[in-house]
């Protein structure tokens, strides 16, 4: 009986439990550089010590920013490591993401640059480059935020040196949002990226988190910069302390606070507000706007009603917020994405009666999301870097094609658009103080066209499995110290143009298929090697041997040796008999004188008939010997 009641009411506590908050949103925090894991003041929020890094090294750093996560560690990155450097970091589920990144200032003196300037990748595309000036306390220019779609159960975020300084990286936040956050149109998706440019809480004064203001968890810990004025002389910020409907509504889950403030225009001859920014032209801009009716002048619907203008266009009009919220005190979000040419972005408050107002306003740059690399091709590319062992200066860390402005240095890409995915075309890596192997994988780069290994020091053979490689124009393996025979598939490679495998050791016969073509078609160079033969110029081969011949060889060779041994044997026999005769007849002598004579009479008789075998039995054990 208890126990039945106990049930029922875990049922109905289950029931009236609100409905909202699902399972905690996934977050992960990392504080770079850091050997222990950190809590930070003032929310106690916890970081995981620095892993997931292709490389770097941990540093004391400072915060350029007082928004800055409160983190006494960094891990920067010197050129010297390569150009490309990533976190890692796996076993993420799939879902929406924010993820943050705070950028540090080494401390060290000896520091090549106080303030890197690098280029930010998510998933392979760029979403930001650091502009100058960011480490002077700005403090929305201490981080770079981005929303993004995580499917493959991982995350790669790369930072690429710009000769500007080492990139140098504080924190790394990846914080699991809403599926449907930010929805602004069918555009919206897996295609798509937004990174946060502007993120504004209009009549605050303090810079805030969503966590400071005791926001959803869901809503991804926005960071939002105070704004009093947007200069001009009529504007004003307001204040209430009233409570706010429709608030932390999904997908989205803004902050109440963020609607308890507002800047309003106050006099009637300026009744706009206007703010401008500069962006970055010729890119797509989502842009979110917050209202709330919390002016107590207002009291209505048909008090307050404006038009929206983006860059001069009317994007909404006849707002009133009253009468599309139903009431005073509530949220209203409006949302609209706009192309922009020109390098300012103005957004206008344009009262058709009454006087403007804002509560906030975010502005994302809506970023591509780029194609990766076949993932078969990257796999090749990686076991490549460690059998040619690839200098660490070469990075190779990331993708290796994108971002488009930051490719690995020796791989040529093009883009396949049969499975719109970039592939390899071409490798690049002459005269780099290689000193590995060539892989048998190297022909899993399905679609090169062009091997350029010249003035290295690789060892070993030329991998048959090159032949397969059946869109190769150019192979330059010139000056190395490949040994072995060139591998008769190479006469496979019908497209060949140009073939340079001279300065090498390789010996044996250029293949027929090879030379054939070759000497009509293509230019190619096989000299200064150790023992090439077989086309006009090189030394011509020994007797060329089909594999039936070869048999044939082995087996008359063989049957040649059995001959020999088995007169030999005869000979050694022959040889003992007679010794033994002569023992008998020197025992037996004078009597047995005449046999003796008799015997010698009839070997020679019998010798005359076997002259050949006699004579190849007599040369027998010096040769043998
Ligand atoms: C960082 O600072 C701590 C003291 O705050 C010091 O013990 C440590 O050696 C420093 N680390 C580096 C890499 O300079
Ligand atoms: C953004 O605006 C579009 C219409 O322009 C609307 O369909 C969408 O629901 C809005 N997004 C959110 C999250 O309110
Ligand atoms: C902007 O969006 C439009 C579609 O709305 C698209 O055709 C265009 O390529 C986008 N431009 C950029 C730079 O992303
Ligand atoms: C709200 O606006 C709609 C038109 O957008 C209008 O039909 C309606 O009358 C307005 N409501 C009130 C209460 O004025
Ligand atoms: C390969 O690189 C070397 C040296 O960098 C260059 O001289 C040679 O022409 C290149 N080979 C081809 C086929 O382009
Ligand atoms: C090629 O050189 C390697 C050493 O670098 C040696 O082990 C191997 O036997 C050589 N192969 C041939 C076919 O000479
Ligand atoms: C062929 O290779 C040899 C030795 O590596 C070099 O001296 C010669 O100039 C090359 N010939 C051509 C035509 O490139």
Redesign the pocket.
């Known amino acids: 009986m208890l126990r039945h009641l106990l049930l029922f009411f875990t049922f109905f506590s289950a029931l009236l439990r609100p409905s909202h908050p699902r399972h905690a949103p996934y977050a992960m925090r990392i504080s770079c550089g850091a050997r222990n894991n950190v809590h930070t003041p003032p929310t106690n929020t916890f970081w995981y010590k620095d892993f997931a890094y292709t490389g770097g090294i941990p540093a004391n750093g400072t915060r350029p920013s007082n928004i800055s996560p409160r983190l006494y560690t960094l891990r920067y990155f010197p050129l010297s490591e390569g150009p490309e450097n990533c976190y890692n970091i796996n076993r993420v589920p799939k879902g929406h993401y924010a993820v943050r990144i705070f950028f540090g200032v080494v401390t060290e003196r000896n520091f090549d640059s106080n303030e890197p300037l690098f280029d930010v990748s998510v998933e392979g595309t760029q979403i930001y480059s650091l502009r100058s000036g960011w480490s002077n306390n700005i403090d929305e220019q201490a981080f770079v935020e981005a929303l993004v779609f995580l499917t493959d159960g991982s995350v790669s975020l790369c930072f690429h040196g710009t000769g500007h300084g080492d990139p140098a990286i504080l924190s790394i936040e990846i914080l699991q949002v809403d599926d449907r956050a930010y929805y602004f149109g069918p555009q919206w998706g897996q295609g798509t990226i937004l990174r946060t440019d502007k993120r504004l809480s209009c009549g605050a004064e303090d810079p805030k988190f969503d966590v400071d203001y005791s926001g959803d968890h869901w809503g991804g810990d926005r960071f939002w910069n105070p704004i009093i004025t947007f200069g001009q002389s009529s504007d004003r910020a307001i204040r209430t302390t009233n409570s706010i409907k429709q608030a932390s509504n999904p997908p989205n889950f803004y902050p109440e606070a963020l609607y308890q403030t507002a800047l309003i225009s106050t006099t009637d001859n300026q009744p706009e507000l206007v703010y401008t920014m500069d962006v970055d032209p010729n890119r797509n801009y989502s842009i979110w706007l917050h209202f709330a009716e919390i002016d107590p002048s207002v009291t209505g619907v048909g008090k307050r009603v404006f038009d929206i203008l983006i860059n001069g266009d009317v994007a909404f009009q006849d707002v009133d917020i009253v009468n599309m919220t139903g009431g005073l005190y509530t949220a209203l979000v409006l949302n609209k994405t706009v192309a922009v040419n020109g390098r300012t972005l103005t957004i206008t408050i344009h009262p058709t009666n009454g006087h403007a107002i804002i509560n906030a306003f975010e502005i994302f740059e809506v970023v591509m999301a780029e194609s990766k690399t076949s993932p078969d091709e990257v796999r090749a590319l990686q076991t490549l870097k460690s059998a040619l062992r690839l200098p660490l200066r070469f990075g190779w860390n990331g993708d290796p094609c994108i971002p488009q402005q930051h490719p690995w240095n020796g791989a040529d890409c093009q883009f396949d658009r049969t499975s719109s995915k970039w592939v390899i075309d071409g490798l690049g890596l002459d005269n780099q103080g290689l000193r590995g192997f060539l892989p048998n994988d190297i022909s899993k780069l399905r679609h090169l066209q062009n091997i350029n290994l010249s003035g290295n020091s690789i060892?070993?053979?030329i991998p048959s499995s090159l032949g397969t490689i059946t869109t190769l124009e150019t192979l330059d393996l010139s000056y190395n110290?490949f040994?072995?025979?060139i591998p008769e598939s190479l006469g496979q490679l019908t497209s060949l143009r140009r073939l340079n495998l001279n300065s090498n050791?390789l010996?044996g016969g250029v293949p027929a298929a090879l030379g054939g073509r070759l000497l009509h078609r293509a230019s190619f160079n096989f000299t200064d090697n150790a023992g090439l033969c077989g086309i006009p110029g090189l030394p011509m081969c020994g007797p060329h041997f089909s594999v039936g011949a070869k048999i044939g060889i082995a087996i008359g060779s063989f049957v040649a040796l059995l001959l020999v041994c088995t007169c030999l044997m005869c000979w050694w026999k022959r040889r003992q008999n007679i010794l033994r005769a002569q023992r008998i007849a020197a025992r037996e002598a004078p009597y047995a004188k005449a046999r003796t004579n008799f015997s010698r009479d009839m070997q020679m008789a019998r010798h005359q008939g076997f002259e050949n075998s006699r004579t190849a039995a007599e040369n027998g054990p010096s040769l043998l010997s």
């Open positions: 060892r070993g053979p110290f040994n072995g025979s050791s010996s």
